[in-house]
């Protein structure tokens, strides 16, 4: 009986020991920073262009001729194993422009708008299925493959928070340079009965799931689709009601006058008055991203005991 215990005990401390050894739960802690950078594509989603009808929600009035850029870097801060907070930076450029629909009203119109975009953004990440890096000791399994250092899985993660954005829209002038639009009171901001000037910032609610596959046991990299949900609806300096084209000439000039109206003169719908609709006050402005990104993880270092032995 005494052998027998012993036996066990014997085979309870070496699996203990070799457990450990192979894998250790709490490996992720050594791990919990990781820096990403990466490129992709933007798109906006507002009043201005969009698809060959009356405007629609969502993506089914996405333009996909005014893709632009966007570029990201973000910091990410594992608190569990599945689970990081994550700051971010994102540089793009979105636009607009009517002519590039064939939808009559909007096509008269003939506004559109480039603009910068500035976020500073805070979301929290859950990948639900998490990637695997296989074991450094390439084993092999009882298939007989051999189980090295790539991933063994693609990882699949869902984002969501907040953030804040910055944003200064510009419209092709009379002359064909770029002209910021917020100062000009395009819709009467600023003058009797046009409301007040808007603010040049508004907070986003990005949500967004990805991919990220492994490349070796602390690099890999990140396929992202990001939505921006806004509350401003002036991103593109399109929102409410035609202004009094002259009384805007008096006040601001004819570079105002020129983009708060630019279409055409000789066309018989007529739908460009004062007080008539210009925008749509009830669907903000939204925006996407399509990330590639690469990330890297930022090993903890190993502390030394008085004995001068790493922990």
């Known amino acids: 009986m005494k052998i027998i215990l012993l036996y066990l005990l014997l085979i ?3 699996q203990s020991t070799l457990g450990q050894g192979f894998y250790n739960r709490n490996a992720w802690k050594n791990k919990r920073v990781e820096l990403t950078g990466g490129l992709g594509a933007s798109n906006f989603l507002g009043e201005l262009g969009g698809r060959d009808r009356i405007g629609s929600k969502f993506l089914w009035d996405l333009e996909f001729v005014k893709t632009r850029y966007v570029a990201q870097f973000t910091y990410q801060y594992y608190i569990a194993e599945k689970i990081a907070i994550r700051p971010s930076f994102h540089f793009a450029r979105v636009s607009g422009d009517d002519k590039l629909t064939q939808e009559r009203f909007r096509n008269h119109r003939n506004l559109n708008f480039t603009s910068n975009l500035y976020e500073l953004s ?16 390439g084993i092999k399994t009882s298939t007989g493959k051999k189980l090295g250092l790539k991933s063994m899985a693609v990882g699949t993660f869902v984002s969501a928070g907040v953030g804040l954005v910055f944003f200064n829209p510009k419209s092709i002038g009379p002359n064909g340079a770029k002209v910021a639009l917020r100062n000009l009171g395009t819709e009467g901001q600023g003058l ?5 000037m808007y603010k040049r910032y508004t907070i986003a609610v990005p949500l967004g799931v990805g991919f990220r596959k ?8 990140k396929v992202e ?5 806004t509350f401003s609806d002036y991103i593109d300096d399109v929102s409410t009601n035609y202004y009094d084209n002259s009384l805007l000439q008096n006040a601001r000039g004819d570079v105002a006058a020129f983009v708060a109206d630019p279409s055409p003169k000789d066309d018989d719908l007529n739908n460009t008055g004062a ?3 210009r925008g749509d006050p009830t669907d903000r402005d939204n925006y996407l991203f399509l990330t590639f990104s690469y990330y890297k993880k930022i090993s903890k270092k190993a502390s030394r005991s008085k004995y001068g032995r790493k922990r």
Do not use: A, C, H, P
Not at 192 to 196: L, R
Not at 225 to 229: A, G, I, L, P, V
């Open 225 to 229: 689709f990001n939505y921006r949900f």
């Open 122 to 137: 805070f979301t929290g990440e859950y990948q639900f299925v998490k990637e695997k890096i296989g074991n450094i000791y």
């Open 214 to 221: 492994s490349l070796n046991r602390t690099s890999g990299i």
């Open 275 to 277: 007080g008539l609709q």
């Open 192 to 196: 009797s009965g046009g409301g007040k």
């Open 12 to 14: 309870v401390t070496l």
